[in-house]
């Protein structure tokens, strides 16, 4: 191949044509020779990794603290996690090149889930945008600020699909659809690792697995599901996210059906290693090795060490069990040496692919760090995401606003709040960096006489600030009311049992629809809420998430209609706390409800419908749906068909419409559900513009888990039903021969 091929080759590879991660035995030698000079001590070491420090200060430090550099010399620490900043990293990567007795680098990991210092809106918010490559995009921006602070490596994307939101981390995923959560999954892995340069991190996909699926929406909880279950909804997203390349992988804290993930041998090799090849590493979470003696399931922590070895877990994340019993174990012959080597091999390969071995301080740019933290390029960045992770729910007209007005009043404890919009897991994000609502409503409307009214905190019962918003509304053309949750009701260890909104807000929001003056209510929040009340309250419903530090410059832009909405949800929104788990993928049963049969699946206080369906979201304009029309009625499994929907745009705005196909399998070997997503495209139409959206469907579409265990498609009826959100659709029928 001559050179001029070879560099348009280089070139595309550069320009960010996001090279999937491929493994190949190039390092396998050397892996190798590094292995047979290590002591088992070394061999422990390699696969221990420690905090640095426990908090994270305002500013990295360059020193190195405590005992960390003499454990590091004498091969105790393979990885960091929350070392962050070109001095800090390289000090300490010095010591582990210059004192150590093999020069094996570090590998610095982070949770990078949403920014490190730029702040990005939550994931959740994120996947709104139904737009896999706003999602890379985000990501390899997060990637290139952090790549610059010295971090190597990012505990993110969380792809545990969730159905329950009184469950905290559902803010950090992608949401309750395995297709969506796949699609999103394989796209953040993208995005982070593109070309593994020095503006790219490894990614670790976590947690594996199944951890959204706690009883109880509560954190941390027992997980009880078939392996049918297990397989067609909570496992996909991980196999797209190592299909798209994934380094490392990160176990959960959870049990399913009586193992902890953590010592789970059917998770971390039988299916991780043996079905799927992956050739990375796993690291525990959070001691979670350890916690296998809480789960009764170790006896202690050299138990815990032994089980978690063996079962194929690489490295321990702060349960110290590998350096405190891995040497023991294989001497007592309880522990087979091989495996501890398979576990060093792996660790070392992906220090190998990241090119730590190569160059490592290639993170380690004081320049870099200066030049790309909070840049201009990165405030940018999280603007165009925040923009289009936004969803219209409700607009009766008020929306988009007007070009000016005299008097706005703006109320409510999310309007003006600094650190709400960051939401949780906001790391190194400064609060000072927000721009408020009411700051973006003040800047956009620099004529309008604006009032700014708290009103109430988030949680506190009071109604004594009620009088004074009210006023404020009685006084105005327009109200906005940005409500919501704190940004630490959601993320780790932050579960609600009611998904209502807090406090007295949904009281304010009625008393301010009172006053019959136009009323916004823009919603902050990392979870599906029940608004029954806000949706009869108001005459527009914006929900925003926690959108970052762009947060009222992307929420103003909406408003005004700068940006036409075109995200749509990701999750259900119940109409109570009631219906949880309420999906849109659900099975049908024997007595599917009917209003008007007692004697169906339903509730005698409510119907089980939700407010907003999976996929809704509305637009400034409007989305006219033709008939939807096969290639074929019937096909063969070698056959491929092809789905035909004309769609129009039948406003007077240019808008984006989010066309969604779901299939249903009306007859199986075992029960399928009423509606499973299987495509889905953005198309963006002028005012009157129509186009014909084509989707194709081929065979691999229709498999499942069958009641063999075997993932197959079943000849039979299936369903298309296409539309704008998971409810409103048009259907036709095919028949797979
Ligand atoms: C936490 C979280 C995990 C995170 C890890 C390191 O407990 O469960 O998502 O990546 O610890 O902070």
Not at 92 to 119: C, N, W, Y
Not at 466 to 483: N, T
Not at 489 to 501: Q, T, V
Not at 656 to 671: F, H, N
Request: net charge neutral.
């Amino acid at each position: 191949m001559n050179n001029k091929i070879v560099l348009i080759i280089l070139l595309l590879a550069a320009a960010g044509m996001q090279a999937q991660y491929k493994y190949d035995n190039r390092y396998e030698s050397k892996i190798d020779s590094i292995i047979k000079l290590m002591t088992l001590e070394e061999k422990a070491g390699q696969l221990n990794q420690l905090a640095y420090g426990w908090g994270w200060g305002p500013t990295v430090k360059s020193e190195v603290k405590g005992d960390y550099a003499k454990m590091v010399a004498e091969g105790k620490i393979g990885s960091f996690l929350n070392a962050v900043g070109a001095d800090l990293t390289r000090d300490l990567q010095k010591v582990a090149m210059e004192k150590s007795r093999l020069h094996i680098p570090l590998i610095f990991g982070f949770d990078v889930i949403h920014g490190f210092k730029t702040t990005f809106p939550v994931p959740l918010a994120e996947v709104a945008s139904w737009d896999p490559a706003i999602v890379e995009y985000s990501a390899k921006m997060q990637a290139k600020e952090a790549a610059a602070t010295g971090i190597h490596w990012t505990f993110a994307p969380m792809v545990d699909i969730a159905r329950d939101s009184r469950w905290g981390r559902i803010v950090e995923g992608a949401g309750e659809d395995t297709y969506l959560g796949s699609i999103m999954a394989a796209a953040r892995v993208k995005g982070f690792q593109g070309t593994l340069g020095n503006e790219n991190i490894a990614a670790c996909v976590k947690h594996f697995a199944a951890y959204g699926a706690a009883e109880g929406g509560r954190d941390y909880n027992t997980v009880d599901i078939s392996e049918r279950v297990l397989r067609e909804t909570y496992l996909p997203p991980f196999k797209a996210a190592l299909d798209a390349g994934a380094l490392t992988f990160m176990c959960s804290f959870n049990e399913i059906a009586g193992v902890p993930s953590s010592g789970s041998k059917f998770l971390l090799s039988d299916v991780l290693r043996n079905e799927w090849q992956f050739k990375g590493f796993v690291v525990s979470d959070w001691n979670s090795p350890g916690e296998m003696i809480n789960h009764g399931f170790a006896a202690d922590l050299k138990d815990a060490a032994r089980i978690s070895i063996t079962a194929g877990l690489d490295m321990d994340m702060e349960s110290r069990a590998y350096t405190a019993y891995l040497k023991e174990l294989v001497e007592k012959k309880q522990v087979p040496v091989a495996d501890v080597d398979e576990s060093v091999r792996r660790v070392l390969r992906v220090k190998f692919i990241l090119g730590l071995f190569d160059d490592p301080y290639k993170y380690c740019s004081k320049e870099r760090e200066q030049n790309f933290v909070m840049s201009k390029e990165m405030q940018d960045a999280a603007l165009k995401v925040a923009e289009q992770s936004i969803v219209l729910l409700k607009n009766n007209g008020v929306l988009p606003l007007k070009d000016a007005y005299k008097k706005i009043a703006v109320v409510g404890p999310c309007a003006n709040a600094k650190k709400i919009p960051l939401g949780s897991w906001e790391q190194y994000g400064d609060s000072n960096d927000v721009v408020t609502v009411l700051e973006g409503i003040k800047k956009t409307y620099p004529k309008a006489d604006v009032t700014f009214v708290q009103a109430v905190t988030i949680t506190d019962t009071t109604k004594a600030g009620f009088d004074e918003a009210v006023q404020a509304a009685k006084d105005a053309e327009l109200v906005i009311a940005v409500v919501g949750e704190d940004g630490h009701m959601s993320g780790e260890a932050s579960c609600r049992a009611s998904i209502d909104l807090p406090g007295v807000q949904n009281e304010l929001v009625e008393a301010l629809q009172k006053t019959g003056k136009p009323l916004v209510v823009v919603l902050m929040n990392g979870r599906a809420l029940a608004l029954g009340a806000i949706d009869k309250n108001a005459d527009a419903v914006v929900e925003a998430w926690f959108p970052g530090i762009t947060c009222g410059t992307a929420i103003t832009n909406v408003l005004t209609g700068k940006i036409n909405p075109s995200a749509r949800l990701p999750i259900t929104f119940p109409k109570v706390t009631g219906q949880i788990p309420s999906h849109y993928n659900h099975k049908n049963t024997g007595r599917p409800n009917d209003p008007n049969n007692h004697y169906t699946s339903g509730y005698l206080d409510t119907d089980i419908n939700p407010l907003y369906p999976f996929g809704y979201g509305l637009s400034y304009t409007a989305f006219k749906y033709g008939t939807v029309k096969l290639s074929k009625q019937s096909i063969k499994a070698t056959d491929k068909i092809t789905v035909t929907v004309p769609v129009s745009n039948t406003g007077k705005l240019e808008g984006t419409e989010t066309v969604q196909l779901y299939l249903r399998d009306m007859v199986g070997s075992v029960t399928r559900p009423v509606k499973e997503l299987k495509r889905f495209v953005k198309v963006n139409l002028k005012p009157g513009e129509s186009k014909d959206v084509q989707f194709t469907i081929n065979e691999e579409d229709l498999k499942f888990w069958d009641i063999n265990m075997h993932f197959s498609s079943e000849p039979g009826e299936f369903r298309v039903m296409v539309g704008g959100n998971s409810r409103d659709v048009q259907q036709e029928t095919f028949t797979l021969e």
